[in-house]
């Protein structure tokens, strides 16, 4: 296998890879991602799986603590729709490659579907089983430990209050006082609280690229993937993000999340406290959307639409959350959850 300059396979190289290491041999694609390198390796006889090459920059015991968690849900709850480790002939999860510091490799299952980003259909019974899942997830991961579970992770809403030092990068200085704004916000109302909510590892991005659904029928949930935010936090986050990805743009714009909301109690109850804080974690996370997004997209130009791919959504969204009373908001969230408790 070559050694690129730039430590980057090609999918030839990606192919002698796992043709080497697994036995399998496949015709290897290339798939958009933020920061490993992602590679569907597919045979002839249309088995599929993946192959994924961590990035330089990441610490080896956050790659391992990725892998030991894909190995705890399969014990923990091996029907869960999400990706497995595939191991080498002689058993080994990971392998290292190339010279110097080296690239960490791993090939997981390939999972079924569509990413929901890509699929029109929305529907309550999507955003509820979407949710249960969540939910299903949190349940299975309640347990696990790993020495680099609590890594620093940018994307942790926990240490939102960090993004104030990148609001520069936010040119339009309209859009950069509505995200100090949502900043603020979460330094008053929703750091103190934090301490006393449950903590435990989560997935922490279900945005509707890492939900995959049957094309055929998209109110079946076929694969959660992606665990490169997994990260110990607190609980309530990962609902959190997930749904504020299904604000609504139409007049009700809580109302599709509150069904995934709902889904996710079903599975997993909230605490009340919990909810209390639902509608300020969502505005959270449109912030560090919108922020992250401005310093990536500057530092990586070549990748901008990819990390941009949901910046103008979540500017809008954030505006219209911005104006809602958050009494109002909780009381509704609350009455949701509520009703789902008492069947």
């Known amino acids: 296998m070559s050694e690129l300059e730039d430590r980057r396979l090609s999918p030839e190289d990606a192919e002698r890879l796992v043709r080497a290491r697994w036995g399998i041999a496949g015709r290897a694609e290339a798939l958009s991602s933020e920061r490993d390198q992602n590679f569907r390796i597919e045979t002839a006889a249309g088995r599929r799986v993946l ?3 961590a990035d330089p920059a ?13 190995l705890h849900l399969e014990k923990t709850d091996p029907a869960l729709p999400a990706p497995r480790i595939l191991r080498t002939p002689e058993g080994a999860e990971e392998i290292e490659i190339g010279a110097g510091v080296p690239l960490v490799a791993r090939l997981l299952s390939f999972l ?20 249960e899942g969540l939910g299903r997830l949190g349940t299975a991961l309640a ?11 940018i994307w942790d809403m926990a240490g939102a209050a960090r993004l104030r030092d990148l609001l520069g990068e936010i040119e339009d200085a309209d859009r950069r006082a509505l995200a100090e704004a949502g900043l603020d916000r979460f330094e008053q109302a929703v750091a103190p609280a934090l301490p006393g909510l449950r903590r435990q590892v989560i997935h922490a991005d279900a945005n509707p690229s890492n939900i995959l659904v049957d094309p ?21 986050t990962d609902v959190a993000v997930a749904a504020a990805y299904h604000l609504s743009d139409g007049e009700d714009l809580l109302g599709p999340a509150g069904e995934l909301i709902a889904g996710y109690h079903a599975a997993l109850p909230l605490q009340p406290q919990e909810i209390d804080l639902l509608c300020d974690l969502m505005a959270t996370r449109l912030v560090m959307i919108v922020v992250i997004g401005a310093w ?45 408790s008492h069947g």
């Open 51 to 53: 192959l994924k090459i």
């Open 58 to 70: 990441e610490a080896r015991q956050v790659t391992n603590f990725q892998t030991g968690l894909l």
């Open 296 to 340: 990536r997209a500057r530092r990586h130009p070549e990748n901008r639409d990819y990390i941009l791919r949901n910046n103008q959504t979540a500017w809008a969204r954030l505006r219209r959350l911005a104006g809602l009373d958050r009494q109002d908001a909780a009381d509704r969230l609350h009455r949701i959850c509520r009703e789902e």
């Open 143 to 153: 347990g696990f430990r790993h020495p680099a579970d609590e890594h620093e992770l």
């Open 216 to 236: 055929a029928d998209p109110d079946t949930i076929t694969g959660l993937i992606d665990f490169g935010d997994a990260v110990r936090t607190v609980l309530a």
């Open 112 to 131: 079924d579907g569509a990413p929901l980003a890509t699929v029109a259909a929305r529907s309550p019974r999507q955003r509820r089983r979407i949710g």
